[in-house]
């Protein structure tokens, strides 16, 4: 087991060897909506898995499978030891916002134009849950990010919550405060928050750091701000930033993982921290620099 010593407390950043399946024996299956091509790649896994006595829960929403065996629901109803899906980070983002645990571990299939967080090919996708149904894996925990205004609680992020304009190519003026401390002032597009995870994302995009998954902290990220109003800020994991809507005529909206949107009217500070609960993806080994190095870092001739 890999941990990290925090505080006198251990904080288990890998699963080793854990168990994957169990008593039930039930995998849940989700597709990238509007990709007919990819219930093909969903079919031949669902026979893998069928082949091997394990029950599969096909997302009704997303995948349309020839398996008489394979069951259909919503992800919202989905109880199953662990989900896989078939797309991009897209994918894996609308799948984390329908599942009722967020605790369930994913498998992701890569089909996607970047895929950064999926784990195997389409190609490589069999050989791999060989390998996973016989527990030689590892499960990697993820940070996440909650949210909210004032009592008004959002969805937990997996990668970020961005504050951003209700009126589009409007600035808004923020007021940044760091555990109760002002620590900037100033306009932009919209400004973040984004988990170690989120940093290869939109925060990254934006002009943001990457931070390592092992790294306990956030990082803020302003988007566009003229004349470098606002700056980027890495900060301990344990601290709780607020964003406040300083115009009394600039409306927000914020958005969490690209996924849902909830207004915020001028003078409301929304609040971001770190979650109690984690995301868990699994891998078949601890392969994060080399997805760095294969999908984010740029090649050249």
Sequence with gaps: ??????????????????TILSDKRRVGLVCRLGRTEIEKIADRIAGFLLDNDIEVIVDSGSCNLLHSRAE????????????????????????LSKLKNRETPLF?????????????????????????????????????????????????????????????GRLLTFRVYIDGVRV???RA?????????????YALAAGGSILAPDVKG???????PPRFELKSLVIPDTSVVELELVKPDAPGLAVVDGQTHHPVE????????????????????????DRINTRLIPRTL
Excluded: Q
């Design 1 to 18: 087991m890999y941990n990290l010593l925090i505080s006198g407390c251990v904080r288990k950043v890998i699963e080793d060897n854990p």
């Design 72 to 95: 259909s629901t919503n992800i919202e109803d989905f109880d199953v030891d662990f989900v896989i899906t078939i797309g991009g980070d897209g994918t894996i983002l609308y799948t």
């Design 108 to 168: 992701c299939v890569n089909r996607g134009t970047v895929g950064f967080l999926t784990e195997s090919s389409t190609t490589t996708a069999i050989s791999a849950l060989k390998r996973i149904i016989a527990n030689d894996c590892i499960i990697v925990r993820n940070v996440n990010l909650a949210s909210g205004v004032g009592d008004r609680t959002f969805e937990d992020a997996l990668n970020e919550v961005y504050v951003v304009s209700r009126v589009p």
């Design 184 to 186: 900037d002032f100033g």
């Design 189 to 201: 597009d919209g400004a973040m928050v984004a988990t170690p995870c989120g940093s290869s994302a």
């Design 218 to 224: 956030l990082i803020f990220v302003p988007v566009c």
């Design 266 to 289: 001028p003078r409301e500070i929304v609040w971001m921290r770190k979650a109690e609960g984690v995301t868990r993806f699994i891998r078949l080994y601890d392969n994060y620099w």
